[in-house]
């Protein structure tokens, strides 16, 4: 199964996108390197809407993502209430 | 009073990029400036496109226009990305507020049926002219030459996709999301008669090629008489018939196009200063795309407004061209 | 009535998808007359997926706060002159090589996707196009007001426009994109939105970046992750735009992975300057090249492939010498520049025996084997005053434009020529990666403006090497130019930090 992977600008925010995804994903690996945060997943990866709000306590568009995003790999579905990365293999 | 500190140690060792400094002399550059000028490649490149091999990949031929620097056509307000973005941010913070309002309020019920039914058949349908002109502006961004007028006909382009998303909300609204007026408003694009001419107009212009005079047909001459026509005289008639809520949707192409015009009428002075040839081309061009622009919208501007509603956008068009500098 | 809830997809199709229509008074085909000459079939453009929903207000107001964000930075950056902040003055020399190499790319990008964004007959994949091709306007634009500031206060960066178009080395990232955007929409797609965005960027500006951050330079960290941000959005056009091919005609299979096979090579050598950048030019290291070609080329390309076999789509051709070559081009490329210092727009150095020491621990099977005996030979030659300047012009390869400097994998002390004709002519190539692809497109590759050949033929100024670094390229010479040691830049540095 390959990783797929996300990379976030490390700042206040990512944190709290990032704990969202530790706690609905985890099995993640999340590595800190100078000004990023690179979060990597087996096969899949998601960030939920309600999860991150919960997490800011504010409201939270999936589209704000893009803010903080440095890079992903892996197909993306993008909805209203989700991100979520897959490989199809 | 202004009192300037120096640390001798920190001096700094030029003001500028060099090429700006042989445009503009030794001085601190703005931001536009070092955004804009002599960005583009100019020479030696490597190969033909595949697509179009009479030409170098940039070349100013791929216009009759002919100027001696490109860089005249500086834009008056200075958009480079940032600032354009930010603009166009606090223009849209408005819109939305507005669209918001409209919603919440339901000021639809405000609204008479003939008058929703007008919307849709005369506002709505502009989203595909709208589109038009996106493919237009974004023609002359890619072969265009020289940053200053390319960067501003990609923020044309763009602002024109912008537009005919709002025009499609505007659809959404009245159909309570269910995207039947759209479906209604591209039927009366498709085939009814007071469409065709502009239609028509639209597909032809898809298909010419010289990129400056695409910018006359679309961005002065089509452009000048639509946003007249429509978010000026039907807008006014709109006001006076209980229509003026409206108005708060069509808010954002009206800003819009008096920040456009302003650079549109600077890019169309500058080439005409340039020379007695370029005049004589841009006045031929003007004069074949009103003649066709004028015949193709008389019969919307006669059922959506009146008779003298034609001569009225004309005549809006003919004093810009004449401050330009054409045909006089 | 309640208006029902539109959700994004739906909400999207309907604002944007939409808008186009079947023509009646005009011909279509000569509205979008470049889509049939590859040789690509598409039977349905209503097929594809919108990689991203984002409309022009949504854009207009998360872009608008990523610039406010940048901005600011770069504000601050300039009045408190955080140029002073970085590690070490040489590290400037990669943020020369970027804004002389790279962010004109970003302007070609520019032009690129706006070529496509408007011949597309789809206008799904039309609008996609068009939005990167703001975003790579953008980045061009914060490259040079980040760099603006370092303009002020070191040497190389003042003539970088000039400079693209002519200097030899830069006629390597050059001559990529050019090649990229003569080529035909669908090629260009495969090569710049899929094999470059989607691969091969993610290695300049994430391990890059992460360095610049390491090593002070805060401009350059901001405009780079803030430009990533954007190509989140780009490579999942990339990936579209491949998935929609392959799935549309089964003959498009064959043609695509030639274009793979093309475009890996290409950008793979197109990042030698890269590794160079990453493995030397970085005084506070964050990762080796190699380390970093494992992560986002092997492992992430990897999965990527694996993705796309079921399109029977195979990973792209000379990837085990790819994988070879990770060990060597590094240190084959700064040893080149080191060489060439006084043909250079930037300054080049020895490492210092602390960061010989490192390449030593990150590359175990070739480093003190093949190059480092190099740099302990050059150190003893500068001890005695002799600091070694290549007197000849190197050949270069007539596809990639690199210097034949590249060995043979398997003979790291072999340099690796191949060569073949044409029309009765002969041309030189630095591996059958690039042979392969000019002979694919002889026609095209023969108009390649090498800048050695140009010198040879009068056609930069001299004959002298200095006047034509000087007149032709616009550099300064002796203050651009030549070893680190001893230069402005330095002086300058020294100056302003107070020691002698």
Request: net charge negative; charged share 25%.
């Amino acid at each position: 199964m390959s990783k797929v992977y996300i990379a976030l600008q490390d700042n206040d925010e990512s944190r709290y996108i990032v704990e969202a995804i530790e706690e609905d994903n985890p099995e993640v690996t999340v590595i800190h390197m100078p000004a990023m945060i690179r979060i990597e997943n087996e096969g899949r990866l998601t960030v939920n809407r309600e999860t991150v709000e919960e997490k800011m306590g504010r409201d939270w568009d999936v589209q704000e993502l893009h803010v903080n995003l440095i890079t992903l790999g892996g197909n993306v579905e993008e909805d209203d209430d989700s991100l979520s990365l897959h490989w199809n293999e | 009073m202004s009192i300037e500190i120096k640390t001798a140690t920190l001096e700094p060792v030029r003001n500028t990029f060099a090429h700006i400094e042989r445009r503009f002399g030794d001085k601190p550059a703005t931001r536009y400036q070092e955004a804009t000028y002599d960005v583009q490649s100019e020479k030696y490149f490597h190969y033909r496109p595949l697509w179009q091999p009479e030409m170098e990949l940039n070349d100013p031929r791929r216009t009759a226009l002919v100027m001696e620097d490109w860089y005249a056509f500086k834009d008056p307000r200075q958009f480079y990305y940032g600032t354009y973005v930010q603009q166009r941010a606090k223009m849209q913070e408005v819109a939305e507020s507005n669209y918001a309002f409209f919603e919440k309020r339901d000021l639809k019920r405000l609204l008479s049926d003939d008058l929703q039914q007008k919307v849709i058949r005369y506002l709505v349908p502009l989203r595909h002219f709208e589109h038009t002109a996106n493919l237009n502006n974004m023609y002359g961004s890619s072969q265009g030459y020289g940053t200053a007028i390319t960067q501003a006909l990609l923020y044309d382009g763009m602002d024109r996709l912008g537009i005919a998303q709002y025009l499609s909300r505007i659809g959404l609204i009245l159909d309570g999301n269910s995207g039947d007026a759209l479906g209604e408003a591209k039927s009366y694009w498709m085939s009814e008669e007071i469409w065709q001419g502009v239609r028509a107009l639209c597909e032809e212009t898809t298909v010419t090629k010289d990129w400056f005079e695409l910018f006359i047909a679309q961005d002065v001459v089509m452009d000048a008489l639509v946003y007249d026509l429509v978010y000026n005289q039907f807008d006014a008639w709109l006001a006076d018939n209980g229509g003026q809520d409206i108005s708060m949707l069509t808010e954002f192409m009206q800003l819009w196009n008096k920040d456009n015009t302003r650079w549109v009428d600077a890019v169309l002075k500058a080439a005409v200063a340039e020379s007695a040839e370029n005049k004589a081309l841009l006045e031929g061009w003007v004069t074949t795309w009103k003649e066709k622009a004028v015949a193709a919208l008389k019969p919307l501007a006669e059922e959506m407004l009146d008779a003298e509603a034609m001569d009225k956008a004309v005549a809006a068009l003919d004093k810009r061209l004449t401050k330009a500098g054409l045909f006089k | 009535m309640a208006a029902k809830k539109l959700n994004i997809k739906d909400k999207y199709r309907l604002l944007t998808r939409d808008l186009d229509w079947e023509y009646s008074y005009a011909d279509r085909k000569e509205a979008f007359p470049y889509e049939d000459f590859e040789g690509i079939k598409i039977t349905d453009w209503s097929k594809w997926e919108d990689p991203f929903r984002l409309t022009m207000d949504t854009y207009w107001k998360y872009q608008a706060e990523k610039e406010k964000k940048l901005y600011a930075i770069f504000d601050a950056f300039a009045q408190n002159n955080a140029h002073m902040n970085v590690s070490d003055p040489r590290y400037v020399n990669a943020i020369k090589i970027f804004l002389t190499g790279v962010s004109p790319l970003e302007y070609q990008a520019y032009q690129g996707f706006a070529h496509t964004g408007r011949q597309f007959g789809g206008v799904g994949a039309r609008v996609a196009c068009q939005m990167q091709s703001l975003d790579e306007l953008r980045h061009v634009q914060t490259q040079i007001h980040a760099m603006s500031h370092f303009n002020k206060f070191f040497d190389g960066f003042q003539e970088y426009s000039h400079m693209h178009d002519r200097v030899w080395y830069l006629s390597v990232p050059k001559s990529f994109f050019n090649d990229a955007r003569t080529a035909g929409p669908f090629e260009f797609m495969i090569a710049i939105g899929f094999s470059f965005e989607y691969v091969l960027t993610n290695l300049l500006f994430v391990p890059f970046m992460s360095g610049a951050a390491h090593n002070g330079d805060m401009a350059t960290v901001t405009f780079g992750f803030s430009a990533q941000s954007d190509e989140a959005r780009h490579m999942t056009l990339g990936l579209e735009v491949i998935k929609f091919l392959l799935e549309q005609h089964e003959d498009n299979v064959e043609i695509v992975q030639k274009w793979i096979d093309k475009w890996f090579w290409r950008g793979s050598r197109l990042l030698t300057i890269v590794a160079m950048m990453m493995d030397y030019m970085l005084p506070n290291k964050v990762m080796s090249w190699k380390e970093a070609w494992e992560v986002y080329f092997e492992e992430a390309g990897g999965a990527l492939f694996k993705d796309l076999a079921r399109y029977g789509i195979r990973m792209p051709k000379y990837s085990e010498i790819i994988e070879k070559e990770k060990e060597h081009i590094s240190h084959q490329a700064w040893w080149t520049f080191y060489t060439h210092g006084h043909a250079a727009g930037f300054h080049t150095w020895i490492p210092t025996d602390e960061e010989l020491d490192w390449l030593s621990e990150k590359y175990p099977e070739t480093f003190d084997k093949y190059y480092r005996p190099r740099w302990e030979l050059a150190k003893e030659m500068e001890a005695k005053g002799e600091r070694f300047y290549t007197k000849g012009l190197p050949q270069l390869c007539t596809t990639c434009q690199i210097p034949m400097l590249f060995t043979e994998m398997d003979d790291p002390t072999q340099t690796s020529y191949r060569d073949t004709t044409y029309n009765g002519e002969r041309y030189h190539f630095c591996s059958d990666g690039c042979k392969d692809i000019f002979e694919d497109e002889p026609e095209k590759f023969v108009q390649s403006w090498l800048p050695v050949h140009q010198i040879f033929q009068g056609n930069c100024g001299g004959p002298d090497v200095g006047d034509i670094l000087s007149d032709f390229y616009h550099m300064n010479v002796g203050t651009d130019n030549m070893d680190m040691k001893g230069s402005p830049d330095e002086l300058r540095w020294k100056q302003w930090k107070g020691v002698a």
